[in-house]
């Protein structure tokens, strides 16, 4: 029996597998950059069309005004005209003991046409 040094085994030693070998998971950096990219592509996509839309709605909108704007001014001119008419009537009624009284009749001192002033007060303010 010897009492000398062990040696390795003829050949020598197996490698030892020091690496990691974990298995690939999710998608690769590539794949997730394509992903994003297409994400912000359709949405600037959807954000063009969309202003695009709103862009025609305003135009819509804006023509439609246009064209309602003469309906508009005649039923407020046939409004202002039932108003004078009541107006005059009232003031027949109020000043009908006062003679030389001139029914309608402008109290500004010009032969200029002045809108009518018509105020809208409540009735709890009304004497």
Known sequence: MSTG?????KGG???????????????TGFVMLAGVASVMLY????VFHGLRERRELEREKMWSRIFLLPLLTAETDRDEYRR???????????????SG?????????TDRF??????NIPESQRQ
């Open 84 to 98: 004078n008419l009541a107006a005059a009537e009232r003031e027949k009624e109020i000043m009908k003991n006062v």
């Open 101 to 109: 009284w001139p029914i309608g009749k402008s109290p500004y001192n």
């Open 114 to 119: 002045v809108t009518p002033t018509i105020p």
């Open 13 to 27: 030693f197996p490698n030892i597998a020091y690496s990691r070998r974990l298995p690939k998971k999710g998608p």
């Open 5 to 9: 040094q062990e040696l390795p085994p």
């Open 43 to 46: 949405g600037w996509y959807n």
